[in-house]
DNA sequence: ACGTAAGCGAGACGGTACGTCGAGTCTTGGT
DNA sequence: ACCAAGACTCGACGTACCGTCTCGCTTACGT
């Protein structure tokens, strides 16, 4: 009778065999670095689950890797406790090192794609958001600190940065994810004008 | 005698295929947006031109894609002329654009693949390094004319700029190329500090 | 429990599917004449079956033809109400009729093949018994009625019939089957020495 | 002047090539044992001949067998000394022998090939022709001797214990040549009527 | 002796079929 | 209604030959 408490017929989705496939995906995502050499097939095999069982949950590979990614939720630095410069290089040393990381690249490179926009707009909600909510946050605090200039447009800040870090990954033996967020940072922070 | 104009034996390559299979590959590219749904038989079909006239050639479609889109030399705006803030819009503006056109945004996520460290690294070489240098000899120029601090990492702009033009392409109805590529040139430009 | 009616597990292999790839096969063979001829994806096509069905059910074109052979069980005459020469000459009226038969004579050609022993075996086994036996209970009657010597060796009478019959095909406006088949029983049966 | 001795302009073709060919086609049939899985290529390749010498002298692969078939003389045994049932034992021992042969055999079964008729003609001419004729000489020397029936059918004789030979041969361990010929030859010399 | 014309080897050309893999769907018996 | 398993049709993969077509070079003749 409750709509909210009433339950469809039948036996009930197996949360487990869901939990599995997600984890399955995010797994051979890291392994093989790219949504397109991931096959289904290779997701149930590893899962250990029917086919079907994904087809009942998901339409298609892009809607579940949106959910496998969607369930990465990278714990934020704590913040405001510091000087605002050093609390920007913290936040983009951690996205400097996922830049580093096999899974967090494929995601991000996932999210670039054009042929999934809603996927896109997914992960922008549900994974990006909070982080960039809390740059934005900062910099608001940094203008009313006077820490920095009041017309500056934290998107174009967030893009910049973020973007940044995207293509400043090296190969091996290159600088650190830290010396690289300085770097970034800092860039932005003095600007380069005379 | 001559090592260089002597020929190898058998019939030589086919500049035309060659030349049609890149043209069709970069088609196929620029309408399904995407190097994974693009098949090596729908260039070939496109191409007029058997598969074997392909794999012949490259030995993958990635291989193949470096190639096609090595072809690209985009073309640089005048540079020289202008204050330096003004140089650094015109190149981003470009750059802008290409985010926005389906072709190069495909090839700058084909670039940003990593499965392919060698062909990211071709495309760096032969595509994208006629740009790098340009922004750099503009950077330095900048320093020796006292327009920019000299303490700048041409790089770190490099990339911030180009990361920043890479993230904030929006969804119809924003802001012009030029307007996204004054907003970040103006953002690097003065910095955030107050 | 029981081993014999317990099933796989999974969807069971489609006997609908099975029975048109053999009848496809068989009627591609017929037109073409000639198993090399006849392509796998031509026995898909006419089948409306997917390759991977066909390639499920036999590892290759020699074995799919040997099972799709082996469902032409030719009828038998009805013998033993005649002398044994008429019976002799209506079982071999039958096999000089087939090696006119398109589709007969190519699963013959087939048949003596040396790239495949296993699968002339099989249908020595499973099409061509029958009437071998047949002919043997026949001459051993034959023996015992005294209508024919008893140091007579089965097996060579009927490779000779067999091969005669194989080998005596004429181009179009020869010998009917029957008058093909009565020249050659008459000469083995009355031998031919003076 | 002379349309014999004339000869066609440019560069004569090579013998060499050509019997290197023909001699590549047979070697390649004895070892695959079946036409179909011989290659034009593979052919080329083991004459050290480029594929184009192959088809400006025959149009495809059966003319080429054909002609590479038609080199096959086999030798006749000495006929005419001995009594007519050991000459034809001779013979078809010598038949016997062949459908041992892998390369014989697989001329045999290409000779039954429905598909290139006239190769088969070209075949029974020049290579079976003489075998034929000779055993009709016999045939007719012993209807003149007294030795066999004058009512017998030449060809017949000669499709029966051809045939047979080409269906009587065993799998390893079985009669050799000379007992299945002379088994062969007697059930047909004796007749099996009582 | 030299030009012309056809043959030569090599190997690329547009195709067709191969046998494999994965996509997304369907069909079992069993939970 | 779910589940694992594994069938289904379809289409792309990369390979092997087909028969044809260029290449540069060779061979033989008629001037």
């Known amino acids: ?36 050499e991931v096959s289904i097939e290779a997701i149930a095999a590893r899962a250990e689950v029917g086919k079907a069982t994904i087809y009942r949950r998901w339409p298609g ?26 609390d920007l290089i913290a936040i983009f040393t951690q996205v400097c090192a996922e830049m580093d990381s096999p899974l967090d690249r494929a995601v991000t490179v996932l999210m670039m794609d054009q042929t999934h ?19 934005a946050n900062l910099l608001r605090r940094g203008v009313d600190n006077g820490e920095i200039t009041p017309d ?8 910049l940065l973020t973007g940044g870090a995207f293509f400043c990954r090296r190969p091996a033996g290159g600088r650190s994810a830290q010396e690289r967020a300085q770097l970034l940072v800092d860039t932005v922070w003095n600007g380069i004008r005379a």
Do not use: C, W, Y
């Not at 339950?7 to 197996?14: A, D, E, F, Q, Y």
């Not at 926009?117 to 740059?135: D, M, N």
């Not at 500056?152 to 893009?159: I, L, Q, R």
């Open 61 to 86: 590979k892009e809607e579940l890797f949106a959910d496998a990614v969607a369930t990465l939720r990278p714990p934020l630095p704590e913040l405001g406790q510091a000087p605002l410069r050093d």
């Open 152 to 159: 500056v447009d934290p998107e174009a800040v967030v893009n």
């Open 117 to 135: 926009p809603e996927i896109v707009h997914r992960i922008k909600q549900q994974v990006l958001a909070p982080r960039s909510r809390a740059v």
């Open 1 to 36: 009778m409750d709509p909210i408490t009433s339950r469809p017929p039948g036996r009930p989705r197996s949360q487990r065999a869901e939990d599995a496939i997600l984890r399955a995906a995010l797994a051979l995502l890291a392994e093989r670095k790219n949504v397109a």
